[in-house]
């Protein structure tokens, strides 16, 4: 292929709507041993479905409008999920008061004289709440009302369309491997990195965990590593890779100004065709 300059490297990139914030950045893509990937809302759509919902304490509805209110205030995939799904009934009361998210674990809030929370298994056992088992698929989002474990919303999220052809792409492209980082429980995340193909799988990490899963990566890196995130829970990790990438449409306004390279159409698969045009591309010294 012809030779492009880092302009014309930045411009080739932007008519593809992927956004490059300096020559730089491609010089590091063309030197890249690593790509590391967020799970929610980047490998997969991060628009969760309801598949399951399992009331240990009062209705079903109930649980879903507890849920609905102590979540009406998050922007994470989980969060607005289940604000949509709630939507199709009514509409949430909005006076929740020391509302707080716990990043990686869930949020917490209190409605009238109600305590509630809603997030993972291992956050409830720490605050001495005992969540069913889960036995099956999904991701479980588990409630509690003052003390009291009231049940859970099993919901379940796509792999996006071109996942599995952004990650055969990489390693035509002799990328060493890809690692997915998440939050999420170990045997979801697992299950979704075997459908995918990806090469290794770190689960369950809280946020600061992955800054150090990462420090770890770039440690032992044969070349530069490159993180793909939507900055829900990840922006620390963002800014720490050698390139940050970001999800221009899902992605936090934080994450696309951490980020050095920003996806516009949210496709894994336009990392592929960044690293075809970095490799492209020349330095022109002067
Ligand atoms: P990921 O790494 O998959 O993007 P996060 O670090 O954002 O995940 O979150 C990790 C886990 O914490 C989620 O899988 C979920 O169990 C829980 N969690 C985080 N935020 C929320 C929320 N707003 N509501 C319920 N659970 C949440
Ligand atoms: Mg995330």
Known sequence: SIPLGFFSGIGAASKRGILVKGGNHLEALQQLDTVVFDKTGTLTEGVFEVVELKAVHGSEDELLR???????????????SIQRMYARHASVSTAVQDYQEVAGSGVTGRFGTDQIQAGNARWFKELGLTPLDQTEDGTYVHVAQNDSYLGFIRIA???????VEALDGLKALGIRQTIMLTGDRRETAEQIGRQIGITQVKAELLPDQKVEQLEAILYQANGRVAFVG???????????ADVGIAMGGLGSDVA???????LMTDEPKQLVEAIRIARATRRIVY
Request: aromatic share 0%; no cysteine.
């Open 66 to 80: 507890v849920a609905a209110t102590v979540e009406q205030h998050s922007n994470h995939p989980i969060a607005k």
């Open 157 to 163: 999220d796509r792999i996006k369309d071109t996942t």
């Open 230 to 240: 939507d900055g829900i829970n990840d922006a620390p990790v963002l800014t720490r």
């Open 256 to 262: 696309i100004e951490a980020a050095d390279v920003v």
